[in-house]
DNA sequence: TTACATGCAAAGGGTTTGCATAACT
DNA sequence: AGTTATGCAAACCCTTTGCATGTAA
C-alpha cells in the first residue's frame, strides 16, 4: 500500500495540493509550532497562503495522523509530526518548552489504566512545572536572601 | 495569624467586597468551572455583576492562592479551590472530566526530578486519554464490527 | 481626598464559518 | 459539469485594557 500523502488523500476523494505540502513541510521542519508560526514559515514560500488555509490542512494532516498537536497551557496549541513522540514539559515561570521520552509515562498509564479505567494519551497535553534553569535561580536567590538576613 | 479572606486582603492594603466574597463561593460550589460559568452563578446573586470583574477576581484569588486553574485542553481553563488538590482526567472523545489522587502521579514527579531536573506541578494541566465509558463503546463497536465481518 | 474596585465598551489574540472564485477530474 | 480547495472577510469565543464612575478607609 502506497502511504505517501498524495495517495492518501486520493484515496479519500480528495486533491494534493501545494499547500498541503508546504504546510507539512513547515510541521516537519519547525518542531513544534503554532498555526501562526507555521503560516509565516509556509508564506516565505507561497506569500499568499491564507491562514485560514493553514488551519484547515492542520486539521486534515491531523485526521490523516500525520500530525498532532499539544498544548503546552496558554494560547494557541503547537502541532508536530506524529512520529515525533514525546511528552512536553513546560515551565511556567520562564514558559520554556523542553521534551522527555514518553517510556517516563509509562507506569502512570498503566496505573490509569488499572484503577482509573482510562487510556492515558501521552503527547496531547504537556506537563506543566519549573524547569531545571528556574529552579536554579530559586535557589539561587533563596541563599541571597539567607545571606542577607545572616548580616542583619 | 488571621487567614480569612477579609485580613488576607487587608494586609495587602486591599478590600473585601460583595463581589470577591461571591466569585469565591462560586469556585467552591462549581468544583471545576470556566469564568464564564462563575460569572453565571455569580449573576444568580447579583445580576449586575460584570464578566471583567469575574476575571479580575479570579487572577486575584489565584495570586492569594485560594484558587487555582487548570488547563483542561480546549477552550476555557476551569477554577477550583487550592485546597481541593486532584489530577484531572480529560476525555478528549467525549470531553468528560474526571478526577484522580494527586498520589498517582508521585513516582513520575520523582523520575522527572531526577532525570530532567523538572519540578512537577501536578494539578496545572489535565491528562488527556479515553474514559471508561468510551473504552467500553469502543469495544462494542469494534465487535460489532467484527460480527458484520464473519457474517459477510 | 486618596487609593482601590467596579462596570462598560472597545480592542486583542486565536479560530471558525460563509461565500465567491479558482483549480482540478 | 461537478466536486474539491483556496482566499477573503466577517463572525466567533475568550480575555485584557482604558477609562469614567463609584465606594470605602
Not at 500500500?1 to 521542519?29: C, F, I, N, W, Y
Not at 488551519?55 to 503546552?72: K, P, S
Not at 514525546?86 to 509509562?106: F, I, K, N, Q, R
Amino acid at each position: 500500500m502506497d502511504t505517501s500523502l498524495k495517495s492518501t488523500l486520493h484515496r479519500r476523494g480528495l486533491r494534493m495540493t501545494p499547500q498541503r505540502q508546504l504546510v507539512l513541510d513547515a510541521v516537519r521542519e519547525l518542531g513544534h509550532a503554532t498555526p501562526e508560526q507555521i503560516c509565516t514559515q509556509v508564506q516565505r514560500a507561497a506569500p499568499a497562503v491564507n491562514i485560514t488555509t493553514v488551519y484547515r490542512t492542520l486539521d486534515l494532516l491531523e485526521e490523516l495522523r500525520l500530525v498532532r498537536h499539544t498544548h503546552l497551557g496558554h494560547g494557541a496549541p503547537t502541532y508536530s509530526e506524529r512520529a515525533h513522540e514525546h511528552v512536553h514539559l513546560v515551565c511556567h515561570h520562564c514558559g520554556a518548552v523542553s521534551e522527555a521520552p514518553t517510556a517516563l509515562m509509562d507506569e502512570l498509564a498503566d496505573r490509569l489504566r488499572e484503577r482509573e479505567d482510562f487510556e492515558l494519551d501521552v503527547t496531547h497535553v504537556a506537563l506543566s512545572g519549573r524547569c531545571a534553569t528556574c529552579r536554579e535561580a530559586d535557589l539561587k536567590a533563596s541563599q541571597e536572601l539567607g545571606e542577607k538576613e545572616a548580616r542583619a
